[in-house]
Nanobody, 121 residues
Framework: QVQLVESGGGLVQAGGSLRLSCAASGRIFSIDLARWYRQAPGEQRNLVAQ???????YYADSVKGRFTISRDSAKNTVYLQMNSLKPEDTAVYYC???????????????WGQGTQVTVSS
């Protein structure tokens, strides 16, 4: 019913920047909470950043000051601006969102398929 599609990943040199996008489509009344996760090879999937419907944000210590999460409610899109990238940021980045479709069943959690970010040293 709801689909999340990430884009904007790629190969970048250390110190460079990338902007990831997560576009939600389908039956959407509101996006109550949106998150970015990442998973490096052999590692757990970890929370990178999140933004609530009120606009409050959270960042993992490893990305604080370098990454910025934002949203465009009119476009049902969430962004992750990544600056001063490091090789340690190399991972598959996943979008996650709690979406209210305006039904009596309550909000549901959706995941995107991920986009690869590779930072060379």
């Amino acid at each position: 019913q709801v689909q999340l599609v990430e884009s904007g990943g790629g190969l970048v040199q250390a110190g460079g920047s990338l902007r990831l996008s997560c576009a939600a489509s389908g039956r959407i009344f509101s996006i109550d909470l949106a998150r970015w996760y990442r998973q490096a090879p052999g590692e757990q999937r970890n929370l990178v950043a999140q933004i609530s419907s009120s606009g409050s944000t959270y960042y993992a210590d490893s990305v604080k000051g370098r990454f910025t999460i934002s949203r465009d409610s009119a476009k049902n899109t969430v962004y992750l601006q990544m600056n001063s990238l490091k090789p340690e940021d190399t991972a598959v980045y996943y979008c996650n969102a709690v979406v209210d479709s305006g039904t009596s069943y309550g909000a549901r959690i959706y995941w995107g398929q991920g986009t690869q970010v590779t930072v060379s040293s």
